[in-house]
């Protein structure tokens, strides 16, 4: 491939300044040739004429110019001149011996001759350069003569050629040249495409550090750019999908661990007091619990990322769904003693989501809110409507997140204080599909958080219309 766009580009160099020399030369050599041949026959008329003058009171009194008269004249004239009469008989003067080939087949044209007007045509000549003959008719003679003037047009094959010679050597040149020039510009476009082209296979092969620098600001360039852009994205993309790996085998493995040991210590008869069996039990439940919840979670965030997660949206009534929601919510407030506060106007338009992803939605801030907030705090919903939206916040009073982790809050398996979290059970995957689950619905989510304070999630919901 790259060798063809070279050997392309290096072609159509040579072509265009063969092209172009060779229609220069056919141009130039017939420019010369008229040229000269239309100086020489304006000379020969003007001659000519002067010739007709010179003749003429002697061929009026009825007398034929000898041939030495004739050959004085032809000298000053530059060219042989012989006379002829109608019928084609040499009256004067020595004409070359193919004069008359001219008039064979055009009898006519020989007619031609004897009317006033000079004619004049080119008689080719094979070796050396052709003449230019003119005639011109006496017609007042008492018997109409022709008088021919024939001139070799000197130097044009000469001039020719050498323009030829000189236009060959500029030829050579120029493909010299053109070789060079094309060789260097497919140079110049190539070596970027197979060093773009390198890098990708690299790529391919495995090496997700490879880009190319072939950046130049032109065409090519760009398309180096756009290549180490999309290779930047695939390499995050893969390194991404790395770590994820590497996450969801660690969260599988501690549960599966825990559950492991205190199994075998179960079995192994080395908790033989009812009151540690039954703690260890209980550990395991919870963390059989927790394997669930992990499992439950990879499962949606696996199909929102796969865009697979069906979204089954309608009209809801907010203040109806939330008091359906509000055992679940009660439920989990009690352990903590945890007081909710409702604040929600008394006019609030529809709006335009899937009632059982609402309620997930929900619950995975609700369950946050709770798991973060100090015991007996008061955690508040509040609910807005704007112009296109319904504003449903939920704030709680627990320790809020750091600015350093604001950010990354919303990533799979991220975790602001990876051990308290961990000690709170939640599975980092909470706040990723939450977001996912809210842009499914057409909406946003943000977070104001003070460290010491609080955090307040806000999430929005279409109007229906
Ligand atoms: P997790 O299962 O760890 O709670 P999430 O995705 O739900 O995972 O949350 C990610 C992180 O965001 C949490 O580990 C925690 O650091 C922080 N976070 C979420 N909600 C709150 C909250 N209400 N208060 C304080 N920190 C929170």
Request: aromatic share 6%.
């Given at each position: 491939?790259?060798?063809?766009?070279?050997?392309?580009?290096?072609?159509?160099?040579?072509?265009?300044?063969?092209?172009?020399?060779?229609?220069?030369?056919?141009?130039?050599?017939?420019?010369?040739?008229?040229?000269?041949?239309?100086?020489?026959?304006?000379?020969?008329?003007?001659?000519?004429?002067?010739?007709?003058a010179?003749?003429?009171?002697?061929?009026?009194?009825?007398?034929?110019?000898?041939?030495?008269?004739?050959?004085?004249?032809?000298?000053?004239?530059?060219?042989?001149?012989?006379?002829?009469?109608?019928?084609?008989?040499?009256l004067?003067?020595?004409?070359?011996?193919?004069?008359?080939?001219?008039?064979?087949?055009?009898?006519?044209?020989?007619?031609?001759?004897?009317s006033?007007?000079?004619?004049?045509?080119?008689?080719?000549?094979?070796?050396?350069?052709?003449?230019?003959?003119?005639?011109?008719?006496?017609?007042?003679?008492?018997t109409?003569?022709?008088?021919?003037?024939?001139?070799?047009?000197?130097?044009?094959?000469?001039?020719?050629?050498?323009?030829?010679?000189?236009?060959?050597?500029?030829?050579?040149?120029?493909?010299?040249?053109?070789?060079?020039?094309?060789?260097?510009?497919?140079?110049?476009?190539?070596?970027?495409?197979?060093?773009?082209?390198?890098?990708?296979?690299?790529?391919?092969?495995?090496?997700?550090?490879?880009?190319?620098?072939?950046?130049?600001?032109?065409?090519?360039?760009?398309?180096?750019?756009?290549f180490?852009?999309?290779?930047?994205?695939?390499?995050?993309?893969?390194?991404?999908r790395?770590?994820?790996?590497?996450?969801?085998?660690?969260?599988?493995?501690?549960?599966?661990?825990s559950?492991?040991?205190?199994?075998?210590?179960?079995?192994?008869?080395?908790?033989?007091?009812?009151?540690?069996?039954?703690?260890?039990?209980?550990?395991?439940?919870?963390?059989?619990?927790?394997?669930?919840?992990?499992?439950?979670?990879?499962?949606?965030?696996?199909?929102?990322?796969?865009?697979?997660?069906?979204?089954?949206?309608?009209?809801?009534?907010?203040?109806?769904?939330?008091?359906?929601?509000?055992?679940?919510l009660?439920?989990?407030?009690?352990?903590?003693?945890?007081?909710?506060?409702?604040?929600?106007?008394?006019?609030?338009?529809?709006?335009?989501?899937?009632?059982?992803?609402?309620?997930?939605?929900?619950?995975?801030?609700?369950?946050?809110?709770?798991?973060?907030?100090?015991?007996?705090?008061?955690?508040?919903?509040?609910?807005?409507?704007?112009?296109?939206?319904?504003?449903?916040?939920?704030?709680?009073?627990?320790?809020?997140?750091?600015?350093?982790d604001?950010?990354?809050?919303?990533?799979?398996?991220?975790?602001?204080?990876?051990?308290?979290?961990?000690t709170?059970?939640?599975?980092?995957?909470?706040?990723?599909?939450?977001?996912?689950?809210?842009?499914?619905?057409?909406?946003?989510i943000?977070?104001?958080?003070?460290v010491?304070?609080?955090?307040?999630?806000?999430?929005t919901?279409?109007?229906?219309?």
């Amino acid at each position: 491939m790259i060798r063809s766009i070279f050997s392309k580009i290096l072609l159509s160099h040579i072509g265009i300044i063969l092209i172009s020399t060779i229609t220069l030369t056919l141009f130039m050599s017939y420019l010369v040739r008229s040229n000269a041949i239309d100086t020489k026959r304006q000379d020969l008329l003007f001659k000519g004429q002067a010739v007709i003058a010179l003749l003429t009171p002697n061929i009026l009194a009825g007398n034929v110019p000898s041939n030495e008269s004739l050959a004085r004249i032809s000298e000053l004239a530059g060219g042989r001149i012989w006379l002829i009469n109608e019928n084609g008989t040499v009256l004067a003067g020595q004409p070359p011996y193919n004069w008359a080939r001219r008039f064979e087949e055009d009898r006519q044209e020989y007619a031609d001759l004897f009317s006033n007007s000079p004619h004049s045509w080119i008689r080719p000549s094979y070796r050396r350069d052709p003449s230019i003959v003119v005639t011109f008719a006496i017609p007042e003679a008492p018997t109409p003569i022709v008088v021919f003037l024939d001139a070799p047009i000197v130097g044009v094959n000469k001039t020719v050629a050498s323009l030829e010679r000189t236009l060959l050597y500029s030829l050579l040149a120029s493909l010299f040249t053109a070789i060079i020039a094309g060789f260097l510009i497919a140079r110049s476009l190539t070596k970027p495409i197979a060093n773009i082209s390198q890098a990708a296979k690299d790529f391919a092969n495995g090496n997700y550090d490879s880009r190319t620098t072939a950046t130049a600001n032109n065409e090519i360039g760009g398309l180096g750019r756009t290549f180490n852009t999309m290779a930047d994205s695939l390499a995050e993309i893969e390194q991404n999908r790395r770590n994820f790996l590497a996450n969801v085998s660690h969260e599988l493995k501690t549960p599966v661990t825990s559950i492991q040991a205190l199994s075998e210590t179960i079995l192994d008869g080395l908790a033989p007091k009812p009151e540690q069996q039954q703690r260890y039990i209980a550990t395991i439940l919870q963390e059989s619990q927790r394997l669930g919840r992990l499992i439950s979670d990879l499962l949606d965030l696996s199909q929102l990322e796969a865009d697979e997660l069906s979204i089954v949206c309608e009209k809801i009534n907010l203040q109806t769904w939330l008091s359906t929601e509000s055992d679940k919510l009660e439920a989990l407030l009690t352990p903590k003693q945890i007081a909710l506060q409702k604040n929600i106007p008394e006019q609030l338009p529809h709006v335009w989501g899937d009632p059982d992803r609402l309620g997930q939605v929900l619950t995975n801030l609700m369950t946050n809110a709770i798991r973060y907030s100090p015991e007996q705090s008061i955690i508040t919903i509040r609910l807005l409507s704007t112009k296109h939206h319904v504003t449903i916040s939920i704030s709680d009073q627990g320790p809020g997140i750091s600015p350093d982790d604001l950010p990354y809050i919303w990533d799979r398996f991220y975790r602001g204080d990876k051990s308290r979290a961990r000690t709170y059970g939640g599975t980092g995957l909470g706040l990723a599909i939450t977001k996912k689950l809210v842009q499914a619905m057409q909406g946003d989510i943000r977070v104001d958080s003070q460290v010491g304070k609080g955090s307040t999630f806000t999430f929005t919901l279409p109007i229906a219309k």
